[in-house]
Structures are given as structure tokens and as C-alpha cells.
């Protein structure tokens, strides 16, 4: 079973989590620059709950691996992207139905290998 | 060792549970008399070929207590205290734990009155092979299925469904749970009830507000339960601080490495002795300063005498009815929050609730997939019997109860009574 691990994480941990991941035989990865909020609506210090929504940049990391993998996998990021305060991120777990290397028509797995 | 104190009787224990349910939930007389009585009893006698060449005979159970919402589900324990009561007992709580998880399940209990650390390898398989064949009419598939309980494990279960398939001429893999993998048993199948003790933890902090890092836990019982409870809390951040077993425990207040002390359980057969920590006798176990307590043994350990001393604001029931009746009132009126039994041990029943549905089918999942079902099946049913505590302002057992023996009494009702 293919799975593809999504996370949003803070911009100043993208170096950490990325090296770490290549330590761990992560093959490739997607990174976007994003922005985003969660339940403080992009605020920190006041509970304003008439304010617009803020939108803060983070960055989203995509990597499609193995089941096997994937425990060990978000525990590095959860470990490394940890900042202990509100806005460190979230990890999504998604099933992937299938794989394909477009330069070699390979499908599935071995596409990711 | 601690005192053998005199037990309530589990079964009028049981009853009077449902009696008081049944007048909270104004249930009709008719099924409230259905469900004070077991459907079926039997009582085996079982005659077993000691290595000696001697005979014995043993004396074995299965009651099952309800099949209104599907096939019985429930244990067999090997140990000497096993009476028919308990037996009761134990099937009427397993009714109330399918319904209250939300299996299409009844519930049934089984054991044999022995003392199995006495018992060679060789005499345990007779024993097992035999008090099979004198139930055999009342298990299967679709009829009652059986798992492991205490003394039993996955050899004994593949023993069972060994002298089942034989007299059916082919093999039936679902008529017992708890297998060994290779026989058709669920991947996280050993691991299931203390994972679910620990997600029933982590939701029940989840609505105290509160964060699992470096809470003090306490932990009664070291064994298929106690111990991964204590691995799984130790990864989260939590400080295990004391641990004991039959013969004693072991304390650190300032934490224990659960990995640590199961290799020194291995060489010495038991928690104590451990090089990191002090000896502590179980009664002092109970009055530890901690925040959260975890009876993992056997039932009755929380008593009138020691509910009184207890520290911890929360205790997790991963053993069975670990709590008496009387100490269940004194942990009330202080306020602790007590997650019952019948939901905080359902992880075992749900996974063995898996490996049917895996038999059935004769379709495996990972062990990934068992995990995460798992955590939803038991946070679905913790925040069932949540809402109800709420809205009705019961504790958390009075809430399981009334979750679990509305279910049922729903069923009955829409079935009615034959003829």
C-alpha cells in the first residue's frame, strides 16, 4: 500500500526535517510554499473572534512512500518541525491509489524506488 | 503478597449494576428480567490423562449470557478460583462491552478450574483438547467464539479451533480469536487491549484539558496489558513511576524505562529487583502521589480501604472490574475520573472483532490499518459514553452501562419474544 505523508510545517524547519528525511533513505519530496491557518485563525497573542482570518506562510512538504515507512517517517518530521507552540503544523497520512513514473512508464512501487 | 481479601460475589455484583441501570433508564420490566439471566449454561466435567498416568477431573464453563445483537464473544481463563458465578458475571460485562463498542456481538465467558502453572505443556493441550469437545455444541463461528483470557494465549486458541476443525472435517479459523498469526489471527492482536487503554488514556486527557508529558503514571499488572500500556505511554512523554506485579513493585519517581524493566522480567520472572528503582509492596502502590493509575491486574484491587489513599485524579480500568462496588462509591464522591472496564479494555474484543471479520473474509489487513481502526473504533466509543455522562451528569461507568444496556433492550424490543 502506497501512502502519501502531507505536512505543513514552519519555513525555518524545512532545512532540518529535509536533511533528516535524506538520512532515513527518502528518495524525493515536493515542497510548496504556502499560507495557511488553523484554530487561532492566524493569531497568536489575542482571541479576536471578529477579525478577518490571517493567513501565515508556511511551507508543505509531499513524500510518497511505502506503509512500512510511514510510522518511522512522521516521527522524524513530528520530532524535528516540533517548535512547542502553537503553528508548528499537521501531518496527513493519504492513501495512494497508484504511482507512475512518466520517463519509464514503471507503475506502482517501483516507481517510487 | 497481598492479603486475599473476602470478594464480593461478581455476580450479584453484576446484577445489582444492572439493576440500577435499569431503573435509571426506566426499562421495561419484561427486559430487564431477560437480561438478569444468562441465555445458556454448561457445566463440563473434564476428564484429563496426567503425564503420570494418573486421571483427573476438572471442571469447566461456558455461559453465555445474550446473542440478541449476534454470536457470543468472550474468554476462557484457567485458574483455580473460576466458578460458575464468576463465569456470570464476566459473560454479562462482555455483553455490555460488545454493545457498548458497537459490535454486532453478544457476550459469553468460559474457563476451567485449574492451576496451570502446574499443569505440563502435554496435560494443558488434553485439558484443552477435551473441555473443547464438551463445549463444542455451543461454539462456532456464528454462534459463539471464543478467545484468550487469563492463563490462555495463542497456542491454547489454536488448539481449540485444531479439535473444532477436526470434528467438522475441515478447518474453521473462526470460531476462536487471539490465533497465531499464521493461523488466521489479526496482525496488533497481542498488543490490542493495552493500545486501547492507551488511546482511551489520551482521550480522556484530551477532555480534562490536559497533556500526557511528564505525567506520573502508576501501573498495577506487568503483563500482556500492563506492559504495553507502559511502553506506549512511556514514547508519549509520560513518566511511569511505579510498577508492581503479584509479588511486589518496583517505584522511581522519577520514571522507569518500561523497555528496561521487561528484559529484567525475562531473566527474573518479575518486575522486582529491578537495579533502578525501590521495592514497594502493592498496598503501597495505591498511595503513591501520581496523576494517573492503572489497574492492569486482576479484579477487585481497589478496595474500601485503599480507594480513600489513592492520589491519581484519574484510573484507567484496563483489567477486569479491577474496581469493588464500595470503592467504586468512595472514587465517586472524590471527584476521580474512573474510565470503566467494559470501554477502557475493549481494544482486546475490537481487534478479536477484526480478526473475525478477517476470517470471514479470508482478507488481511496490516498492522497499520488494525492500529488505526483500532484508535477509531475505541475514540468513537469513548466520546458515545462521554456525551452521555454529560448530558445525564453520571460518572463514566454509570454512562457505559446505560450506553451498552440500551443497546441491547433496543434489539430485544425490535425482536420481541419468541413465540
Avoid at chain 2, 426506566?26 to 473434564?46: A, C, G, N, Q, T
Avoid at chain 2, 512523554?237 to 522507569?256: C, Q, R
Avoid at chain 2, 472490574?321 to 470501554?343: C, M, N, Q, W, Y
Wanted: hydrophobic letters at 40%.
Amino acid at each position: 500500500m502506497l501512502k502519501k505523508i502531507e505536512c505543513i510545517i514552519q519555513p525555518f524547519k524545512l532545512e532540518e526535517v529535509k536533511e533528516a528525511l535524506k538520512k532515513i533513505a527518502v528518495e524525493g519530496m515536493t515542497v510548496t510554499e504556502v499560507k495557511g491557518c488553523g484554530r487561532q485563525r492566524g493569531y497568536t497573542e489575542e482571541y479576536a473572534p471578529d477579525a478577518p482570518i490571517r493567513l501565515l506562510p508556511k511551507v508543505k512538504l509531499e513524500i510518497v512512500t511505502e506503509e512500512e515507512k510511514v510510522e518511522e517517517m512522521i516521527s522524524t518530521i513530528q520530532s524535528l518541525a516540533k517548535t512547542n507552540k502553537i503553528g508548528a503544523g499537521k501531518i496527513f497520512v493519504i492513501p495512494v491509489e497508484d504511482v507512475l513514473r512518466i520517463r519509464t512508464k514503471e507503475r506502482g512501487r517501483i516507481a517510487i524506488d | 503478597m497481598i492479603e486475599k481479601k473476602k470478594k464480593t460475589n461478581p455476580w450479584q455484583h453484576a446484577l445489582q449494576q444492572l439493576d440500577e441501570v435499569a431503573k435509571r433508564i426506566d426499562l421495561e420490566p419484561w427486559i430487564h428480567k431477560k437480561l438478569r439471566h444468562p441465555k445458556r449454561e454448561l457445566i463440563v466435567s473434564i476428564p484429563v490423562r496426567m503425564d503420570d498416568g494418573s486421571v483427573e477431573v476438572f471442571t469447566g464453563y461456558r455461559v453465555q449470557h445474550n446473542i440478541t445483537l449476534g454470536p457470543a464473544k468472550g474468554g476462557i481463563r484457567y485458574h483455580p478460583d473460576v466458578t460458575l458465578d464468576e463465569m456470570r458475571a464476566l459473560a454479562m460485562w462482555m455483553t455490555w462491552k460488545c454493545a457498548v463498542v458497537g459490535f454486532p456481538y453478544g457476550g459469553a465467558k468460559g474457563g476451567v478450574a485449574c492451576e496451570p502453572t502446574k499443569l505440563s505443556p502435554q496435560e494443558l493441550e488434553r485439558l484443552t483438547r477435551r473441555y473443547t469437545s464438551e463445549i463444542l455444541g455451543m461454539i462456532g463461528p456464528e454462534k459463539d467464539i471464543p478467545a484468550p483470557d487469563i492463563n490462555t494465549n495463542s497456542q491454547v486458541m489454536a488448539w481449540i479451533m485444531d479439535t473444532y476443525s477436526v470434528d467438522r472435517g475441515y478447518s474453521v479459523p473462526g470460531v476462536v480469536t487471539g490465533k497465531p498469526v499464521v493461523l488466521g489471527g489479526s496482525l496488533g492482536r497481542e498488543e490490542a487491549t493495552g493500545r486501547g487503554v492507551f488511546f482511551t488514556l489520551l482521550n480522556t486527557l484530551k477532555h480534562l484539558d490536559q497533556s500526557i508529558e511528564e505525567k506520573k503514571v502508576v501501573i498495577q499488572g506487568f503483563g500482556k496489558v500492563g506492559s504495553v500500556v507502559a511502553k506506549l505511554l512511556h514514547q508519549e512523554g509520560a513518566k511511569i513511576i511505579a510498577i508492581s506485579e503479584v509479588d511486589g513493585g518496583i517505584y522511581n519517581p522519577k520514571g522507569l524505562d518500561p523497555e528496561k524493566v521487561k528484559a529484567h522480567r525475562r531473566e527474573a520472572g518479575s518486575v522486582v529487583g529491578f537495579k533502578d528503582a525501590e521495592f514497594i509492596t502493592n498496598e503501597e502502590l495505591f498511595k503513591l502521589e501520581c496523576d494517573i493509575l492503572i489497574p492492569a491486574a486482576t479484579e477487585e484491587q481497589i478496595t474500601e480501604e485503599n480507594a480513600p489513599q489513592i492520589k491519581a485524579n484519574i484510573i484507567v480500568e484496563a483489567a477486569n472490574g479491577p474496581t469493588s462496588p464500595s470503592a467504586d462509591r468512595i472514587l465517586k464522591s472524590r471527584k476521580i475520573f474512573v474510565v470503566p472496564d467494559i470501554l477502557a479494555n475493549a481494544g482486546g474484543v475490537t481487534v478479536s472483532y477484526f480478526e473475525w471479520v478477517q476470517a470471514m473474509q479470508g482478507y488481511f489487513w496490516s498492522e497499520r490499518e488494525v492500529n488505526l481502526k483500532l484508535r477509531d473504533i475505541m475514540t468513537r466509543a469513548f466520546h458515545r459514553v462521554l456525551d452521555v455522562s454529560l448530558r445525564e451528569k453520571v460518572d463514566m461507568r454509570t454512562a457505559a452501562l446505560m450506553v451498552a444496556v440500551k443497546r441491547v433492550a433496543e434489539a430485544t424490543r425490535l425482536r420481541g419474544l419468541y413465540p
